[in-house]
Every structure is written in structure tokens, then in C-alpha cells.
């Protein structure tokens, strides 16, 4: 079974920073956001071989959070 999880990022000191809303842990970054949506991917594999978690879909619900 496949799922989409939602992309929660927002952009931090020039860096967009981001988590997957569904998953605890799994946060990362990047200069832009096709990077910082390679890094979350990489950072989701990472946790899913030491956990099992349910795959998912390369897409995302995206999410933007403004800091104030």
C-alpha cells in the first residue's frame, strides 16, 4: 500500500526546512525546495530501514508555513 504524506516546510534564513507532517522525525533541508524534497526523501529511506513505514508516492501535498 502506497500513501502521499503532506510536505510541512517553510523558508528559514534563506533555507527552506521542512517535515513530513505524518511521520515524527523526519525533517531536513535544502537551498531550494527540489532540494530540500531530494533531502526529505533521503532522510524517509534512512528512518525506513530502521523502522518499517509504509512507502509512499515521490509526491507531495505541499504545505508552506509562514514564521513570524
Known sequence: MERKFSLEYWIDDGWYVGRLKEIP???SQGETYEELEKNILEAYSLMQKENEIIPFTNTFEKE?????
Not at 508552506?64 to 513570524?68: G, T
Open 64 to 68: 508552506l508555513r509562514y514564521l513570524i
Open 25 to 27: 522525525g523526519v525533517f
